[in-house]
């Protein structure tokens, strides 16, 4: 879908510079390269756009969404200034970012996400208890995605009067962290997908501690 083409500051602030740090804090340098080993996908020479790059990339662009493509990698970059790894890199034009997220491919971020994203309520978190149990949700939603045939094709959409106006659609479930919201376990398809047969995939990841 299209961004709106929003710029940073030409010296990013204390507070975008913070939010990197988050950003690597979550997600450690040494688990994306673990996740992209996992996924076949391991770093075999120099590139313009390393893999880890990417994928940091990918993550920084989905909370800075009305950012123009470009400036969320600059962002990035001034983020990853100073370490020794990356001071030679240099911010890629568009089509360069495109063919690094395509080779990239999604099984990456899939184990990334696996891997990192866990329930988070510590015994102090409101609402996420019921006598000694972590109080969990199951539920559903539709997500947009760039409106191109390939998409419409493989996942298809919601049936209007006028197809040609309506993005193609993904369908996904996932167990919510009442105390928290957070998703950790996500099962997606297509729209045509029912969320009965995606609630199968996830259920299986309840254990006794939870409710």
Known sequence: MARVAQTLPSILSIPHKLSFAVISRAYPFKRITAALEIAGKSTKRVRSLPFEIVVYYIIA????????????????????????????????????????????????????????????????????????????????????????????KEFGHPTTFDDKYIFPQIRFVSLAEAGTHILFSTAMAGYRTSEHVLAKSVVPQLNSEML
């Not at 800075?64 to 020794?84: A, C, D, I, S």
């Not at 000694?132 to 998409?151: H, M």
């Open 61 to 152: 662009a989905s909370l800075l969404m009305h950012v123009n493509l470009k400036e969320v990698l600059r962002y990035l970059f001034e983020g990853l200034r100073g370490l020794k790894e990356f001071s030679s890199l240099k911010i890629a034009g568009k089509s360069a970012i495109s063919q690094a997220r395509s080779k990239l491919g999604s099984k990456v971020m899939q184990v990334l996400y696996e891997d990192c994203v866990k329930p988070i309520a510590t015994i102090h978190t409101k609402g996420a208890w019921y006598k000694g149990k972590r109080l969990v949700c199951l539920d559903g939603s539709t997500l947009d995605v760039p409106d191109e045939k390939i998409n419409k």
